[in-house]
């Protein structure tokens, strides 16, 4: 397996491992100084950073299903379009997203998600 497909297949498992909710396991599949970074808001580096990050805001989660609209991988980026839909103590929403991970050793280095903050914001009203 190319390191493309391989990294195309990590990043399918780690979206489909969001419905488990685990913060853990999530926080697994990032390198040791690793960056998430949901676009509207600040960037958190750090494996330890990104699981505190993580388990905040999955503490208002109930459920949550990715589907993958589209996937592309080419050397060590992938490209994720995506619909994140989500149920929470707050409200329910369907998000539109695009993912673009920076992969270092199969793992992820850095993650960027871009979607409207407030189609997200307007939903847990």
């Given at each position: 397996?190319?390191?493309?497909?391989?990294?195309?297949?990590?990043?399918?498992?780690?979206?489909?491992?969001?419905?488990?909710?685990?913060?853990?396991?999530?926080?697994?599949?990032?390198?040791?100084?690793?960056?998430?970074?949901?676009?509207?808001?600040?960037?958190?580096?750090?494996?330890?950073?990104?699981?505190?990050?993580?388990?905040?805001?999955?503490?208002?989660?109930?459920?949550?299903?990715w589907d993958?609209?589209?996937?592309?991988?080419?050397?060590?980026?992938?490209?994720?379009?995506?619909?994140?839909?989500?149920?929470?103590?707050?409200?329910?929403?369907?998000?539109?997203?695009?993912?673009?991970?920076?992969?270092?050793?199969?793992?992820?280095?850095?993650?960027?998600?871009?979607?409207?903050?407030?189609?997200?914001?307007?939903a847990m009203?």
């Amino acid at each position: 397996m190319s390191t493309e497909t391989g990294n195309v297949a990590v990043i399918r498992e780690f979206i489909e491992a969001w419905s488990s909710l685990d913060p853990d396991r999530l926080a697994e599949y990032f390198t040791e100084d690793g960056t998430y970074h949901n676009m509207p808001t600040q960037p958190v580096t750090g494996k330890d950073n990104v699981r505190a990050f993580i388990k905040g805001f999955l503490a208002t989660w109930t459920e949550t299903q990715w589907d993958i609209l589209h996937i592309l991988g080419e050397g060590d980026v992938v490209f994720a379009e995506r619909l994140d839909r989500t149920k929470t103590a707050q409200g329910n929403v369907d998000l539109p997203c695009v993912g673009v991970f920076e992969m270092e050793d199969g793992k992820i280095k850095v993650w960027r998600d871009y979607f409207d903050l407030n189609t997200f914001m307007s939903a847990m009203q």
